[in-house]
């Protein structure tokens, strides 16, 4: 009786989850559907709750091991640093955290790495959590910004630094362009993001597209990039000195999937601070959560990561849309 009793409750549950999935969709309509997305997460708490600073994946190891989710979060950003070669940059390095979120790795960079950061994030709430988040004496400052039309002058910094922004940008040929345009000659471009399977060697097939379909839909997504198409988009700006970098993090990332939703176990604490309503929103993110472990578990979608170094010329090249270098126009 107590097995059928706790079967019902998780079917019960899982039918919430899909109905509330289904109803609560918040595809992509312009920049403002991003924002508005981020600024509720960030008002609601429930994200940061579970997820902690780092609203990105974490890093397991190669090959993955069992690890804390806070602290493969934390580890994710210092691969990523030593992946890039930013360990071996002096003090006071200037980097351009583009989509930093509440400013989990920011802070990291600053604090571990004495770089002078600045993080820039399309939503307001974002950049108020960050900066609450920030204590006295690290160099990481930020503000509202939009990685299409960034607002600082050519060759500002160092570094640019990116982690999971990509899809939310609607063309990606842009996004490329933008990120080089601020980056002094001979500065460093680390991007790590979710990618989908190049579909140029490979076209998705019956079930792909519907899949992709809702991982765009779900979470504001105009578009995802192939680690192919992106390296492309990053050597065609014209900014690139040498060949771009590229490297397939897919299964050093995948545990993250699952231990995101395992989190909604291990912190019962949840359901006392954000209450019912805060448990359903909880329960909508399951189905992409879960369509996301098995697109990137099945070659689908794959964790990619870019390395470039900027060219020592400083006029950037004028760039064509992503929509016209398709029609090839």
Known sequence: MNLLYITGLLLLLLAVSIAVYLLTARSYQSADSVANSYDEWTEDGILEFYWGEHIHLGHYGSPAKSKDFIAAKHDFVHEMVQWGGLDKLSTGT????????????SRILAKDYCFKVTGVTISPQQVKRAQEL?????????????????????????????????????????????????LKPGGILVVADWNQRDDRQIPLNFWEKPVMQQLLDQWSHPAFSSIEGFSELLAETGLVKGEVVTDDWTQATLPSWIDSIWQ?????????????????????????????RLAFGNGLCRFGMFRATRANSSQPKEVESEAALKSGN
Not at 94 to 105: A, K, Q, R
Not at 286 to 292: D, E, F, K, Q, S
Request: aromatic letters at 8%; charged letters at 20%; proline letters at 8%.
């Open 94 to 105: 200037t980097l351009l955290d583009v989509g930093c979120g509440i400013g989990g790795s």
């Open 134 to 182: 920030t204590p006295p004496g690290i160099d990481a400052k930020f503000q509202v910004d939009d990685a299409m039309a960034l607002s600082f002058p050519d060759a500002s910094f160092d570094v640019v630094w990116s982690v999971e922004a990509g899809p939310h940008m609607p063309d990606k040929a842009v996004f490329a362009q933008e990120l080089l345009r601020v």
């Open 264 to 292: 909604g176990i291990v912190k019962p604490k949840g359901l006392i601070l954000f209450g019912l309503s805060g448990f359903i929103k909880s329960l909508r993110e399951v189905p992409t959560l879960l369509l996301m």
